[in-house]
């Protein structure tokens, strides 16, 4: 359990008597502790493989190229989960970085990213359709920028009065630079879940990420009732 202190306690986070405390874009909540019931997952694996890829990468040859991506992490501005600035080293920078990449199925960095500025995806949902067996994601603009692509990721399917999903996603692939709007995600969440009810809630995680740099661009969480 984290806690924050200011003349009371300020904030928290983490897992207390069997609660969890968080905050999202809805505000802080309290809500049931819930143990993954799948610890090797296909997401967990294959980063714990693309971490230990990168981990066997650093350092650089080129001390330079130390120096490099010590510049680019503190150039980012990444803040913890009170919401205080993260003082990031150039290690972590490589790792996080190069894990994305690899994600994609690009290559790994040796030398920091470049600034450079791409478009972003500003609008994004969710459809859940039984009768027509789909399970679409709506976004725009569209298609996906050059450059970057989003990682989608997927709920099992909750109480249709939820309206913070706290538990674990599970990740059902990406959408690629040049996809289009409406892509269909039915047959990868039945394969992964194994189950569709109808009138249960699914949430969606979607980040868009850089394929230039490896960083996160935007991130949307949506929910869907099955219909």
Not at 7 to 29: M, T
Not at 121 to 139: P, W
Not at 193 to 200: C, D, I, L, S, V
């Amino acid at each position: 359990m984290l806690l924050k202190y200011g003349g009371v306690i300020a904030d928290g986070r983490g897992k207390l008597n069997g609660q969890v405390v968080s905050r999202s874009p809805s505000g802080k909540s309290m809500s049931n502790f819930i143990k993954s019931h799948n610890p090797g997952s296909r997401l967990q694996m294959n980063q714990r493989y693309f971490y230990a890829q990168a981990l066997r990468a650093w350092p650089p040859s080129d001390p330079g190229d130390v120096e490099d991506w010590q510049t680019f992490a503190d150039s980012l501005h990444l803040y913890d989960v009170f919401g205080d600035l993260v003082a990031l080293s150039g290690f972590s920078a490589f790792v996080m970085v190069n894990i994305n990449r690899l994600r994609l199925g690009l290559s790994m960095l040796s030398t920091a990213p470049a600034p450079s500025i791409q478009d972003k995806i500003m609008e994004m949902s969710l459809q859940a359709d039984l009768t027509a067996a789909e399970l679409t994601v709506q976004f725009s603009p569209s298609p996906v920028p050059d450059d970057t692509a989003v990682l989608i990721f997927f709920s099992p399917p909750v109480s249709p009065g939820v309206t913070v999903f706290h538990g674990s996603y599970r990740y059902l692939g990406f959408l690629d630079e040049g996809d289009g709007s409406g892509a269909n995600f039915w047959n990868p969440y039945v394969d992964e879940f194994g189950y569709f009810p109808t009138g249960k809630k699914i949430f969606g995680r979607f980040v868009q990420l850089s394929k230039l740099r490896g960083l996160k661009l935007m991130e949307w969480k949506v929910g869907a009732v099955i219909e």
